[in-house]
Each structure stands twice: as C-alpha cells, then as structure tokens.
C-alpha cells in the first residue's frame, strides 16, 4: 500500500536556516529582568502580562542584543510546573519590530518529557510530510545569569508564519483547543464564540488569532454547518470545496502514526484552522505535541491502537468521521498511513536523526537541574527515555514506541477489516501482506459471486479474478507477478466498482 504520492508532499517550509532556528547546534538565549518583575511572573502565573526585559541570543558566531522585549509565561498546565515555559515578544514595546523575520517565540521547558526531544521531533516528522513548517531549535535560556535550563525554540503561529508558509495571511486563524469538536450546534456565530475552552487561562476554544476587529466567523460555521450533513456525494463534493482534503487527511494520519492522543480526532485539542483567500479552503495544522511518541496520561497503550479506528466513540467527531465515511477519502487516509509508516517513522530511517538530537543536547540536559523538579527525571532517565520505559506516563521509550507503532500500523492496514465508518459495515481482508507467493481474499458474502482483477500501479490489468459467492476465501497465486504495488478490483452483478486496499508483491 505504499503510496506513491509521496512526490506530491509540497515543499513548503524548505528554506534557507535562520539563526535564530538553526537546529544544528544549541545556542542560547539571555533575559535580563528586574527581579521584581521575574517574581511576579513566577507568583501570578496565569497572568499573560508581557513584562519588559533585555534579550540577548548567542548563536555561537555572535549574538545579537534588543533592549525593551516582552517576556510572560506560556503553556496550560506547566505554568503550575517548576519548569516554566516562557514566550518572548520583539514588538510589545517597540510596535512593528521583528527579530530574524518573527515578532515572537515560544520557549517550552518539556518538563515531562524525560528525552526533552518529542515536540521538535514531532515538528520534524510533520515538515517530512510536506506539511506547513513550524521551525524549531534547542536553545540553553538564562534569566539574570541563572541557567534555567533546556528549552525547545518555537516559532510563533502568527500573521508572519502564514505568510511564511501559505504565500498569504489575510485569512482567519482560529486556535482550537478543548472541547472544540466543531459539532454543530447552531447557525449562530455567538454560539461557537461562547464556548470557553478547558485551559488553566479559559478563552474561546475556537479562538481567532486574526481579523480580531471584525471578529467575524461566517467560514467556520459555514464549515461546521457542513459537517452536520450526511457523508454522501453531495457533501463529498461540496467539502472538498471547503477545506484541503489531502492535507487534512495527511495530517490525521501523522497524529495517529506518531501517537499524537492530544489531538483533534481523540481529544478533541490543539489544533489550527486556517481559511487561506487564494485557494478558499481551511488547511489543518497540529501544534502543542509534547504528548507523542510514547507518552500517556490515559492508561492506553497508544503503539497499538487501531490506527483505522483512533476515536472516542461515546463523542462525535464530525470531522474526522464524515471524511473517513467518504470511501476514497477513507482509502487516501489508509495510504498515508502506510506511507507515513515506511518512510517517515520507519525506524531504520529515523534512529540516526534521533541519535544525533540526543548527542546535541545530552550537555545542556546534563546541567539543566531544573528538568529534575517536576518528575525528578535524572540523566538515567534521560538516557532510558530513548529506549526504555521510564515512568506511568511515558511507558515506552522512543524508539520502541516507533517500532511498536511502524509494525502495528503495516499489520492493521493489511489484516484488519476496515470498518465503513458510515454504517459500520466490513469490507475486505487481504493477507499476507506483503507476500511473496500467494494472497487470500476474505469477507462477508456480499463480498463474494464477483468478479475482477489485479491491476499494476499504472491501472493494467494483470490478473483475472473470479470468486464464487459459497467460496468464503479466495487464494490467488502472485509469484509471477513481479515485485510492486497492486491493487485488487471487484465487481458486484451491476458492474459497480469496489477498490479494495493494495497489497504489495516482495
């Protein structure tokens, strides 16, 4: 099922590097403070007060200094952590500035990630996919000359990110964080406005982040109005005018390939909408991913869960579900997944870069005592966290978490029944898969008494079959096919097609 369209991944965000997200070293970031500013920040800690600090960063061939910045607390729940996590803002107090092209960055203090690398790694695997690019980098903060500790580098979603990454930012951003699960419950804009989300700092939970002063969110109910409708043509066709259908898909399979619970199709959190102007349709993009590639606050085992069947069931979740109902829809999704598997989180591939993270960083975690208080992570810790379980909520390292999950992922894709997500209904099981001899078809009875073939990548027939309607499996012979990528083909008695997964020939 590998899905040749990896060459159709866009290459957005492929630019030159900028110092201030240069992640091939850890340079470091300075704030000088008033220290009774700095108590405050730390006391009143859901306070989102910009107050005013020197920065300096030092990227190893030079720093550069800017006097009058904005500095406050970020994150939800870890401005209650020892760590903290900081934003820092170039233009609070000298309106318009910009520090290498960006007006703000985040610093996140990944205080209950004992690696310090799943969030930027995850930023890496997203860019892998062509996906708009966060950039990100390790950086060792200082506040008054104490080192604070290890931060992650992010850069901030804003008017200039979209103009970074789309090519236009005159389009509405919404920031959707718990419980927006875009159901619909009514035509009214005041009524989506008026749901708070589940932050330590409430807010709406579809938050726009641009054209405050118009504060108009016609698109987004016109989007979730849509999403009230049946999964069928006519909602095919008019959401595909809605949103970017590939690249929702694309990223819903990245969430669930990587173990990404705290996301929109499970949690219903930490999501961007964006309504771009120039093709008309909202693109969707994760962010706040800390919670992947191993790690659990639920009790769930996210390496092996289902990755055709990822939701909460007992909550609706229109969006993910009424595009999975859609059957091509549906099979692009299973085809990113197994791209997503064998090219992106393959271990083989990715072992290296996470090797290299970890030896970038190891000095700068070594000294970081600050990493300690929450969790009371140690470098052991550290260590273990790549290959090991640590503690109840991260019960796998990295690294076996991507094999665990690369191999859950290639075995639910070609041994497990899809669900038709509409009527719950089982179409087809193909295994082996890959084999190297021989398939076998099975499934319900209306899956039998047809006819079809095998076709080659370019569409060509290559091998006729023909099921009998008592027959419960079929078992076609493909060691004289040669190795590649097929799909089988299926016809019912009124010649209607039904393309089934595609299975690969050693």
């Given at each position: ?139 060792q903060v200082y506040i008054n000359l104490i080192y604070y500790g290890l931060y992650t580098n992010l850069e901030e979603m804003d008017k200039d990110w979209l103009d970074r990454v789309f090519g236009e930012n005159s389009g509405n951003l919404y920031k959707c964080t718990w419980p927006a699960d875009l159901v619909y419950i009514g035509a009214s804009q005041q009524l989506y406005k008026d749901i708070v989300n589940g932050t330590t700092t ?302 690969i020939r050693k």
């Amino acid at each position: 099922m590998l899905l040749i369209l990896l060459v159709t991944f866009n290459a957005l965000g492929l630019f030159s590097q900028n110092p201030l997200f240069d992640d091939s070293r850890v340079s470091s970031v300075y704030i000088e403070i008033p220290p009774d500013s700095l108590a405050v920040i730390m006391t009143d800690v859901l306070s989102d007060h910009y107050f005013m600090a020197k920065f300096i960063y030092d990227y190893g061939t030079g720093h550069d200094t800017l006097q009058n910045v904005g500095f406050r607390l970020r994150g939800n729940t870890s401005r209650f952590s020892q760590k903290k996590s900081f934003k820092i803002s170039f233009n609070e107090y000298v309106p318009g500035r910009k520090y290498q092209g960006v007006k703000k960055i985040n610093l996140n203090g990944q205080h209950n990630d004992p690696t310090m690398i799943r969030e930027k790694f995850f930023y890496d695997t997203w860019k892998k996919c062509g996906m708009a690019e966060r950039r990100t980098s390790f950086v060792q903060v200082y506040i008054n000359l104490i080192y604070y500790g290890l931060y992650t580098n992010l850069e901030e979603m804003d008017k200039d990110w979209l103009d970074r990454v789309f090519g236009e930012n005159s389009g509405n951003l919404y920031k959707c964080t718990w419980p927006a699960d875009l159901v619909y419950i009514g035509a009214s804009q005041q009524l989506y406005k008026d749901i708070v989300n589940g932050t330590t700092t409430g807010g709406r939970a579809y938050d726009l982040q641009t054209n405050n002063t118009a504060d108009d969110y016609t698109d987004l109910v016109q989007l979730i109005s849509e999403l009230d409708q049946p999964a069928d043509e006519a909602f095919e066709a008019q959401i595909s005018q809605l949103i970017d259908v590939d690249e929702f898909l694309k990223a819903f399979a990245l969430d669930v390939a990587s173990g990404n619970w705290d996301d929109y199709m499970y949690n219903k959190n930490n999501y961007y909408l964006y309504h771009r102007q120039d093709t008309g349709k909202f693109e969707f993009i994760s962010y706040d991913t800390d919670n992947t590639f191993g790690v659990d606050w639920l009790n769930k085992d996210w390496a092996t869960r289902n990755c055709l069947d990822w939701f909460i069931h007992s909550e609706a979740r229109p969006l993910a579900v009424k595009l999975l109902a859609i059957p091509g829809f549906q099979e692009k999704y299973r085809r990113y997944l197994d791209t997503i598997a064998r090219t992106i989180i393959f271990p083989d591939s990715v072992f290296s870069q996470i090797d290299a993270m970890k030896a970038l960083i190891t000095d700068a975690a070594t000294s970081d005592v600050y990493r300690t208080l929450d969790y009371g992570y140690t470098m052991a810790d550290f260590n273990n966290g790549f290959t090991q379980t640590v503690d109840g909520h991260t019960p796998y390292g990295i690294k076996p978490f991507l094999t665990t999950r690369y191999q859950t992922i290639l075995q639910q894709l070609t041994a497990v029944a899809v669900p038709d997500y509409a009527s719950g209904d089982i179409s087809l099981l193909i295994f082996p898969n890959p084999a190297s001899e021989r398939i076998t078809l099975s499934g319900k009875p209306s899956m039998r008494d047809r006819q079809g073939w095998i076709a080659d990548v370019m569409g060509r027939h290559l091998k006729a079959i023909e099921w009998p309607k008592k027959q419960g499996s079929l078992t076609i012979p493909v060691h004289d096919l040669p190795s590649g990528i097929y799909t089988i083909i299926l016809d019912d008695d009124r010649k209607t097609h039904m393309r089934t997964s595609r299975f690969i020939r050693k």
